[in-house]
């Protein structure tokens, strides 16, 4: 377990950090939340073999290095997964699908310049909502704009 100035250092490094025990309350063990492209991987993995899947996402997201038994693994992994899906809600539109992370990932590059596959989840879907919202309100100016062109244009 990291002392609490540890703790702080690790929170400046990775954003947001996760603090998981067992049910017992015996193991527990300080993770980060996954980047973008740590999800990806996550993805491709889990259509072979879950149970790998999982594993692997702990592994990626686990902060301090240390021997844990498969089922607490697992059972942290699946807790990282669950919060992915919390952070993947958002109100503008529904969460992208599959074919359209790469499109998804494309507009926070644009809008932010930022590398979306080094941001973890939680970031990737808040930028996510965030550009959605530009486009949508520059979509608005520009119909605005034309409007006001035409309105200008045909009543002289």
């Not at 844990?68 to 993947?88: P, R, T």
């Not at 919202?133 to 034309?146: A, F, G, I, S, Y």
Request: net charge negative.
């Amino acid at each position: 377990m990291p002392k609490e100035t540890s703790l702080h250092k690790l929170k400046e490094k990775h954003g947001t950090v996760l603090k998981l025990t067992s049910a017992d309350q015996l193991t527990a063990v300080y993770c980060k939340k996954p980047s973008f492209a740590t999800f990806l991987n996550y993805q491709s993995i889990y259509k072979d073999n879950p149970h790998e899947a999982i594993l692997f996402l702990f592994k990626e997201c686990v902060l301090e290095t240390g021997n844990y038994d498969d089922e607490f693994m697992l059972s942290a992994g699946n807790s990282i997964v669950s919060m992915i899906k919390k952070d993947s809600e958002f109100a503008i539109d529904a969460t992208p699908q599959k074919d359209e992370f790469k499109k998804s990932a494309a507009l926070i590059r644009y809008a932010f310049q930022v590398d979306p596959y080094q941001l973890s989840m939680e970031e990737f879907y808040k930028l996510l909502e965030e550009a959605l919202w530009l486009q949508k309100h520059n979509e608005k100016r520009m119909e605005n704009t034309l409007m006001t062109a035409f309105a200008q244009t045909f009543s002289n």
